[in-house]
C-alpha cells in the first residue's frame, strides 16, 4: 500500500459533502432514468421473483415488485432487479456498474427520510463518484483476482450514498465505512449466475445497513479501507492515489442489450453490412477476453457474453438492444451458430478497454466508446432505450425526475 | 489451490447430511447452553441495544432481545450477541468461534420450521464441523493477511447448518454454498471495536440468507468455494485436503472473559502467588503477538487482549472469569498499570497456540489447553459460568437442552 492510499477514507468524505457540478448532475439524471427502466423491465423478465416474494419486511420504502417495503430489502432488491438485465449503466475507469448501488441506497433513505428527488440524485451521484474512487484506488489487481467492483467498491459508493442522507457526522460517516470494509463482498466468479446481479443489490443493502448501524451507534475499525488489516490490504488493493474529481460525467450507458464489452465491436459495425462478410477479425483490449468471449454460447445468457454470437446477431438483423433478442432460440439458431465461424477474436493491447477495431474482409472499422456522447445525443438514445424497455411509463419517470417529485417517481417503479 | 480442494464443496454436502456420534454430540449440547449464556449476558450489556432496536422486521423467530423476530435478522441479532463479550467457544484447529456463527444461524431456521431442539443441535453440529473444516482449507495465510475465520468460514458453517434444516437437495445445497461464497466477508481489524461481534452475526446471516435463497431458486457459480476465481482463490486460500471428521469434541470453551490466547498463561498461573513477584516472563506462541499483546491497554476492552493485564488481575485477586471485571476502571487501576511492568511477554515458536510457559521468578509452570478436559469436568465449568452469568436460568435452560425442548429453550433466551 503506498502511503497516498492512507487519505482514501478522507476522500471518501469530501464526496459525502461535496456540491456536484450541474452537468454531471444532468447525466445522473439520466442515469436514474436509465436506473428506473432496467430494474422495472428486470423485475418484468421474472427470474428473480420467487426470490423477491420470499422478503416479506414491511417498511417505508419502494421496490420494483412492490411498496411499503423494508428499507434495507428494497435496497437488495432493486439493486438486484436493476443489474438483473446487465443492461445498466458501466464506468470504465474501474470497471463497474456505479448506479445499481448508489441508487437503490439513496432511494430507501431517501424514502425513509423524507428526502426531495433532487436530494437523492445528489446523494446518489456522491455515492456513485466515491465507488469510482474506491475502485481507482482498489486498482486492477483486485478485479483481476476476481473480486466484483461493482460489489465491492460499489458498497462503499452505496454507504456514502447513505450516510449523506442521513447526515451522519464525519465520525459516523468513517465508521459506516468501517462497517462497509467487514461487510463487502462479491465475486467475479458469479457472472452467468442469478449471483452476478445479487453482487449490486448486496452492494446496496450493504451501504444502507452500514450507514444506518453506524447512526446506531456501531463503532467499526477507524481506517476500514487503508489501515494495515484493512479492506484494501486484505483484498488484493493497490492502494492507488486518487484525486478528487467528477468522473460521472464519464459514465457510458448501455445501448445493447449485452456484457459492455462487447459494445464498441458492436458499434464498430453499426452501419456495415456484415451478412455476406467471408472473415470478421475482432481486435479488442486483452482484458475482454477472459470476460465476454465465449466461444460457442447456448444459452441467451451466455450470447451476452459472446463476440462471435453478437456479431452474428447483428449479421442477421436481429436488434442486439432488445433484451428479448437474447434468447436461448438465438442462441441456438442455426444459421446464426454457423455464421459465427466466420468470426475470429484477437487480443491486441495497443486498444483501450473501451476500443474495438473490426476488419470485415479487410476493410477496417473501428470504434472509442470514450468519444464523448453530447447530452442532447445521449439523452434521445437513454429515452429511446427506456421506452423500448418500459413504453410510456418511460416518459412519466423522466417528467417525474424533471419535476423533482420522489412519490411520484418511487409509485411509477411498481409495475 | 490444490486439486484435492476441488472437493471441499462435496465434503461440505457430506456435513449437511451426516449422522453426528453421540460423544460429539455431548459436546455440542454443552456448547449451546455456553452459547446462550453467552448471548443473554451480552444482550443484558448493553452496548448493542440501540443497534438491535433498529431491526424491526417481525416474524417467527426469537432473538436475545424479542420474541416474534424476522428469521434472518434474528441470526443477525443472536450471532452478533452471543459474540459481544468474546466469551463464547473457540476451535483451535482454525482458530474460530464456530458457535456463534452456526448455532444462531439453526435456531432461527428451527424456530421457521418447527424443528426439534435435537434437529437444532445436530444441525449446529454439523455446521461448526463444515465451519472448521472451511477454516482448515483456506489456512493460516487467509488468517494471517486479515480474515476473520468466524465470520469467513463461519458463514460456510451457518450455510450448512441451515441448508440442513430446510432439507436443500444436493444441488440446491451447493447454490447456497455458491451464494455464501459471494456473501461471506468479515476482517480482523475490527477487532477491539464493535465490528467483530457484527462479524458473527453477519455470518449467522448469510447462512440463513444463503440457504433461503438457494431454495427459493436463487442460482450461483457451481463450485463457490474451490473454482478459479472462487472464494478460496480471492481470499488467500491454501486450498489444503481436509479428511472428513469429527473435531467438534475438541471446542474449548472459555473460562476467562478475554481473548482465548490468554487463557493457557492464565491456567498455568492459576494456583501460583504472583503478588509479590518481581519478573514474570509469559512464552506464548508468536501467532498471539499481534492478538493479544497489547502493552498499555487503557480500556476494559482492550485489557481483555493484554497479558500484562490480566496476569496484574490474577496477582490481585480479579476474577478473570467474571465478564464484569474488565472495566475501564480495572484497565486504569494504577496499582494494576505499575504491576503489569514486571511482565515480559515473548514469543517461542517451539509452544503451541495452546500452550503457553510463565516463568515466575525463575519457576517455570506451564499449561497446555489442549489436554483434554473430560465431559463430567466440562459440563460442571460450563454449568458454573453459565450460572455466573445468568444466574438460575442457566439451569432452567439446561433443562430445556436435556427435555429437547425449542419453544422453551427459545423463550429462555429473551431476558
Same mark, same amino acid.
Given at each position: 500500500m503506498k502511503q497516498g492510499s492512507l487519505d482514501i477514507t478522507a476522500l471518501l468524505l469530501a464526496y459525502a459533502q461535496a456540491d456536484p457540478p450541474e452537468d454531471v448532475r444532468a447525466v445522473?439524471?439520466?442515469?436514474?432514468? +436509465?436506473?428506473?427502466?432496467?430494474?422495472?423491465? #428486470? &423485475?418484468?423478465?421474472? =427470474?428473480?421473483? %420467487?426470490? !423477491?416474494? /420470499?422478503?416479506?419486511?414491511q417498511g417505508p420504502a419502494t421496490r420494483f415488485d412492490r411498496a411499503g417495503a423494508m428499507v434495507a430489502?428494497?435496497?437488495?432488491?432493486?439493486?438486484t432487479l436493476s443489474h438483473?438485465?446487465?443492461? +445498466?449503466?458501466?464506468?470504465?475507469?474501474?470497471? #463497474? &456498474?456505479?448506479?445499481? =448501488?448508489?441508487? %437503490?441506497? !439513496?432511494? /430507501?433513505?431517501?424514502?425513509?427520510t423524507g428526502a426531495s428527488l433532487a436530494h437523492m440524485i445528489d446523494a446518489?451521484?456522491?455515492?456513485?463518484?466515491?465507488?469510482?474512487?474506491?475502485?481507482?484506488?482498489?486498482?486492477?489487481?483486485?478485479?483481476?483476482?476476481?473480486?466484483?467492483?461493482?460489489?465491492?467498491?460499489? =458498497?462503499?459508493?452505496?454507504?456514502?450514498?447513505a450516510s449523506r442522507l442521513l447526515a451522519l457526522s464525519d465520525d459516523q460517516s468513517a465508521?459506516?465505512?468501517?462497517?462497509?470494509?467487514?461487510?463487502?463482498?462479491?465475486?467475479?466468479?458469479?457472472?452467468?449466475?442469478m449471483g452476478k446481479p445479487l453482487n449490486a443489490g448486496l452492494a446496496a443493502r450493504t451501504g444502507v445497513e452500514a450507514a444506518l448501524w453506524a447512526q446506531a451507534g456501531m463503532t467499526s475499525a477507524a481506517d476500514g479501507l487503508a489501515e494495515p488489516l484493512g479492506f484494501g490490504a486484505t483484498h488484493h488493493g493497490a492502494g492507488a492515489d486518487v484525486p478528487f474529481a467528477w468522473r460521472m460525467?464519464?459514465?457510458?450507458?448501455?445501448?445493447?442489450?449485452?456484457?459492455?464489452?462487447?459494445?464498441?465491436?458492436?458499434?464498430?459495425?453499426?452501419?456495415?453490412?456484415?451478412?455476406?462478410?467471408?472473415?470478421?477479425?475482432?481486435?479488442?483490449?486483452?482484458?475482454?477476453m477472459s470476460v465476454c468471449n465465449q466461444m460457442s454460447p447456448f444459452t441467451g445468457l451466455g450470447a451476452k457474453f459472446s463476440y462471435r454470437h453478437v456479431l452474428a446477431m447483428?449479421?442477421?438483423?436481429?436488434?442486439?438492444?432488445?433484451?428479448?433478442?437474447?434468447?436461448?432460440?438465438?442462441?441456438?439458431?442455426?444459421?446464426?451458430?454457423?455464421?459465427?465461424?466466420?468470426?475470429?477474436?484477437?487480443?491486441?493491447?495497443?486498444?483501450?478497454?473501451?476500443?474495438?477495431?473490426?476488419?470485415?474482409?479487410?476493410?477496417?472499422?473501428?470504434?472509442?466508446?470514450?468519444?464523448?456522447?453530447?447530452?442532447?445525443?445521449?439523452?434521445?438514445?437513454?429515452?429511446?432505450?427506456?421506452?423500448?424497455l418500459v413504453g410510456a411509463r418511460a416518459d412519466e419517470i423522466a417528467q417525474a425526475i424533471a419535476d423533482d417529485d420522489l412519490t411520484r417517481f418511487a409509485q411509477l417503479l411498481t409495475s
Open positions: 445522473m439524471r439520466l442515469s436514474l432514468l +436509465d436506473w428506473a427502466a432496467c430494474g422495472i423491465a #428486470g &423485475h418484468r423478465e421474472g =427470474a428473480f421473483r %420467487p426470490w !423477491a416474494d /420470499a422478503l416479506t419486511g430489502e428494497a435496497a437488495l432488491v432493486n439493486g438483473a438485465l446487465d443492461y +445498466d449503466d458501466t464506468h470504465f475507469a474501474h470497471i #463497474g &456498474h456505479p448506479s445499481v =448501488a448508489a441508487v %437503490p441506497a !439513496a432511494l /430507501a433513505i431517501a424514502e425513509a446518489a451521484l456522491v455515492g456513485a463518484e466515491a465507488s469510482i474512487a474506491v475502485g481507482l484506488w482498489l486498482g486492477r489487481d483486485h478485479y483481476e483476482i476476481g473480486f466484483h467492483q461493482t460489489a465491492t467498491a460499489g =458498497a462503499f459508493g452505496a454507504t456514502v450514498a465508521h459506516a465505512l468501517g462497517l462497509c470494509s467487514t461487510m463487502a463482498s462479491g465475486l467475479k466468479s458469479q457472472f452467468g449466475t460525467g464519464a459514465v457510458s450507458h448501455k445501448f445493447h442489450a449485452c456484457c459492455h464489452g462487447l459494445h464498441a465491436a458492436l458499434e464498430a459495425v453499426r452501419d456495415v453490412e456484415l451478412r455476406a462478410a467471408t472473415a470478421v477479425v475482432v481486435h479488442t483490449h486483452p482484458r475482454w447483428a449479421a442477421h438483423d436481429q436488434d442486439t438492444g432488445n433484451i428479448a433478442a437474447f434468447s436461448d432460440d438465438c442462441a441456438a439458431d442455426p444459421a446464426l451458430v454457423a455464421w459465427r465461424d466466420r468470426v475470429l477474436v484477437s487480443a491486441d493491447d495497443s486498444l483501450t478497454e473501451m476500443q474495438a477495431r473490426v476488419v470485415v474482409d479487410g476493410v477496417v472499422h473501428a470504434h472509442d466508446l470514450d468519444a464523448p456522447l453530447p447530452l442532447d445525443m445521449r439523452q434521445a438514445r437513454i429515452a429511446a432505450k427506456a421506452r423500448a
